[in-house]
């Protein structure tokens, strides 16, 4: 036979303009079966080397470290290019005869390991943009492998479990917001709140950017908010005025969007003609962004709604008073509204509105693990 006369495997020959397509298939199957291979002959070749170096720990039972080899104990491992078989070194202690698994933990392979992180990963990433359901489909027909939509919501809570956010505020201003999603057992949902620092980032193609980081996500009450915000005594806080934060300690200021946003509401329940409620907001947002006279203006501006007894929008301002210009008066605010935290709910309400009602605790989760990947880049 020449060079270049190789036989191929009859299964290439497919039907005209496929020869590719078949191609891959064949060769891949072949890679898969010699990763499968490979993965289990070195597996056994580490595991060979570090007994016979001395790697090989004691026995759970008696604690002596006289141990004898005691042949393979056969496992599988789900991985994203399927099932792999691979064998795990059994040692027999001499003293008292206990036979066990003397390298699971060194070689990563504990009793509760049976998939490898790599496809949990990419389950993970599914679950968290797209319902369970159709994340078990696309691993499916995406990946060699396959893991239940029940499988993927256990995988998602044990990584929110180990999640822990960083206690480390320093100087950066913090916001909170809250917004609701279909989950628990209330008509009107359940109420997710979040807390991020944000700062400016660097400039990048000629936009600005802001550097966010996740400090806080919980679903239900907003206690755990408040005993958070307690313990990370942030210097600067930007707030929608929703939650109860009078007790935190911290430099204040009341979001500037939604004191103009939340106005329109109040002047429709005192009874203010549509029109007039759009020109009430552009005055209050002009008075709101006037450094110099701004809360000079303000007063003026409450006493004017209260003497045309529009009584609940002076009451909104009014309560406003005190932590409407605090960036103005406190340097250090890298934020005057909550507005980099609008997109973080945009996402938040995407992942949330599946049409389904979550539970509580199952929305939490999916969204702790999404957020810490958007914003802290890591599961770990
Ligand atoms: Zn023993």
Known sequence: MLTGEHRLPETIFAPEGNVVNRLFEVLLRDADQALAMMFSDTLKRIQNTWFATGHRGSCPSCSCDLLIRKGWRNRVLKTSRGTLGVAVLQA???????????????????????????????????????????????????????LSAEGIRNKIAQVAASIEFSANVDKATVLIDSTKVKAGNKDRGASVHLAITAEQGPQQAGRSTIRKRLLHLSVGSEDPLNARLRDLRPAHLVYDGGSHVGDIPAHKQRCR?????????????????????GHCQEVLRHILWDKKLGKKRFKHFINELAALGLEKSATHLRQASNEAFTHYDQPGFAYSTTTPLEREMRELNRRADVGARWSVKGIENVLKVLFQLRLNKSTA
């Not at 027999?92 to 003397?102: E, L, N």
């Not at 509401?265 to 409620?277: A, C, E, N, S, T």
Request: hydrophobic fraction near 45%; charged fraction near 25%.
């Open 257 to 277: 969007w939604h004191l103009v946003h939340q106005l329109k509401h109040y002047l429709w329940q005192d009874g203010v003609p549509f029109d007039l409620r």
């Open 92 to 146: 027999k202690c001499k003293i008292c005869g206990r036979v066990f698994r003397p390298m699971n933990e060194l070689i990563g392979l504990p009793f509760a390991r049976r998939v490898l992180d790599e496809f949990i990963e990419k389950a993970i990433h599914l679950g968290i943009n797209l319902s369970f359901a159709k994340s078990a489909d696309l691993l499916k027909h995406l990946s060699s492998s396959t």
